[in-house]
């Protein structure tokens, strides 16, 4: 799990000027964070192995433009309370070969409400429905109990392969019988 940036006093939606993109759920709004709102956040990382994903994923961001939304930072933000950012999570890059990963991170306090789990339905839905996507992988530390079961319940499930931060999830999109797709947690064959 990756850690949040601190409450901001702007809305998601003012953060991401330009960008109409937005995941919406129950009880949060989730906008990609503008590159100005990016590179605050890495001034202000006090972890270095988060200020060099957020640099990475900015980079990213500059260099495939036509590609930013797949390695911006999405702010989480309370529909309650408007410009109160709990979280965000990020895709690592445009997909490929079907697939996109998704990392993400919540402040302390927002844990163990159902936040996250929430978030990443959502996210899987937006995601899936993109041309070309038919899976969403994570990896998780090995031992981050509670981020391998948020992902869980949002419906990945192992893949038994490890990847650099540890243990790999996927949920995948299957079709059926109509030409229509459904999602899917089932693994199948996995390519990592």
Request: with cysteine; charged share 30%.
């Amino acid at each position: 799990m990756r850690g949040a940036g601190q409450p901001q006093t702007e809305s998601a939606g003012e953060r991401a000027k330009g960008v109409e993109m937005r995941i919406e759920s129950q009880r949060l709004v989730c906008c990609p964070v503008s590159d100005g709102e990016m590179e605050r956040l890495i001034e202000n990382e006090k972890d270095a192995g988060l200020k060099q994903a957020y640099s990475e994923m900015l980079r990213g961001c500059l260099a495939e433009p036509e590609n930013r939304i797949w390695h911006a930072v999405w702010a989480m933000e309370l529909k309650e309370r408007p410009g109160t950012v709990i979280g965000d999570f990020s895709f690592k890059g445009a997909p490929q070969d079907g697939m996109v990963e998704i990392g993400y991170g919540l402040r302390e306090e927002y844990r163990g409400h159902g936040y996250m789990t929430e978030t990443l339905k959502a996210a899987l839905k937006w995601a899936l429905a993109r041309e070309g996507v038919t899976r969403v992988e994570a990896e998780t530390d090995p031992e981050n109990e509670a981020s391998q079961k948020t992902l869980l319940r949002a419906g990945f499930v192992p893949t038994g392969a490890v990847g650099k931060e540890g243990p790999r999830f996927v949920f995948r999109r299957r079709s059926h019988r109509g030409g229509k797709s459904r999602e899917s947690s089932c693994a199948g064959s996995s390519k990592r």
